[in-house]
């Protein structure tokens, strides 16, 4: 049973950058496609960004577009999130989750896996 576990949340300021892990185990991660999501209180869960298995397709919505990157290492069973230019609005709990099959749309009941989040605030 695939688990993943994120980490690397934290305070940043406003323009600064974090960056994200999300590690699997229990199986390998490059069986999965794997998104990061965030949901900020009071808000719905919000899809941000999304990677292929092998890593040459990526997908990002608008509000992170130009700011964050995704990346993984199936080697270190590891994906990531470089967040950049943080905003205020970045404010969330970050999660990771993964799916077996190709996602055609960025949304949480796309993905039956999911690690436990990790809290980032962006405020001075």
């Known amino acids: 049973q695939l688990q993943l576990v994120e980490s690397g949340g934290g305070l940043v300021q406003p323009g600064g950058s974090l960056r994200l892990s999300c590690a699997a185990s229990g199986s390998k991660l490059d069986d999965y496609e794997i998104g990061w999501f965030r949901q900020a209180t009071g808000k719905d869960r919000e899809g941000i960004s999304c990677?292929?298995?092998?890593?040459?397709?990526?997908n990002y919505a608008d509000s992170v577009k130009g700011r964050f990157t995704i990346s993984r290492d199936n080697a270190k069973n590891t994906v990531f999130l470089q967040m950049n230019s943080r905003k205020p609005e970045d404010t969330a709990v970050y999660y990771c989750?993964?799916?077996?099959?190709?996602?055609?749309?960025?949304?949480?009941?796309?993905?039956?896996?999911w690690g436990q989040g990790t809290q980032v605030t962006v405020s001075s």
């Open positions: 989750a993964a799916s077996r099959y190709i996602v055609t749309e960025l949304l949480p009941s796309e993905f039956p896996y």
């Open positions: 990677i292929s298995r092998r890593g040459g397709v990526t």
